[in-house]
């Protein structure tokens, strides 16, 4: 049984920085196991960031690009994205998830954490 864990939220001002993380037990290594990050704003839209796989290049949602990083360590057991530059757009609820497919797109993720609150402020 797969199961996320976030953590690493908090309030910051705006051109702060934050790095959350996302431990991850229970992945079958038949699986491809795709992680990536969303995020749900004031409209609870769930949108998503970035994604990452064993290799290759990782992917992420055009408004972020060049601030936030993605990757894995810890073994691939921990998921992280690091911030930097963040603006008050970026405000939500940040949710971890895994899944087989390479996408931006929430339905090809089938396991997701509780999320993780980030706020900035002006």
């Known amino acids: 049984q797969v199961q996320l864990m976030e953590s690493g939220g908090g309030s910051v001002q705006a051109g702060g920085s934050l790095r959350l993380s996302c431990v991850a037990s229970g992945l079958d290594p038949s699986e491809p196991n795709v992680m990536a990050w969303f995020r749900q704003g004031s409209d609870n839209e769930r949108q998503g960031v970035a994604a990452?796989?064993?290799?290759?290049?990782?992917m992420y949602v055009a408004s972020v690009k060049d601030r936030f990083t993605i990757g894995r360590d810890g073994a691939n057991n921990t998921l992280y994205l690091q911030m930097n530059g963040l603006r008050v757009e970026d405000t939500g609820v940040y949710f971890c998830?895994?899944?087989?497919?390479?996408?931006?797109?929430?339905?090809?993720?089938?396991?997701w954490g509780q999320g993780t609150q980030v706020t900035v402020s002006s």
């Open positions: 998830a895994t899944g087989k497919y390479f996408s931006l797109r929430p339905r090809d993720f089938g396991t």
């Open positions: 990452v796989h064993r290799l290759g290049a990782p």
